[in-house]
């Protein structure tokens, strides 16, 4: 669950399945590939940014998912909970507890 400033707006996804953990060069493959998905050639390329990024990773772990659920707890307390959350705001506690 990813945390959010208003809690009746929390919102994720739940996958479950196998996992594999990667290590050695299989995951410093995998995860070259993750980096370069986000990470322009030139910041990979930078001695500031690449090896840095390269060396936080060293293991992967490779999901193969048998079922993932999108959440979100606006459109659940709409379509399932009738609004008692939008109703009632002391029902969700405050994220600073």
């Not at 945390?3 to 594999?20: F, K, N």
């Not at 370069?36 to 060396?55: C, M, T």
């Not at 959440?71 to 969700?92: C, E, K, V």
């Amino acid at each position: 669950m990813i945390d959010a400033r208003e809690p009746a707006a929390s919102h994720g996804i739940t996958i479950a399945g196998t996992a594999e953990i990667l290590t050695g060069e299989s995951s410093r493959e995998r995860n070259a590939k993750i980096h370069s998905k986000y990470l322009s050639e030139a910041a990979l390329a930078d001695a500031r940014i690449g090896p840095v990024f390269a060396a936080w990773d060293d293991i992967t772990i490779q999901i193969t998912p048998l079922s993932v659920i999108a959440w979100d707890m606006r459109q659940a307390d709409l379509h399932i909970f009738g609004g008692a959350f939008a109703s009632n705001p002391t029902y969700l506690l405050p994220l600073e507890r």
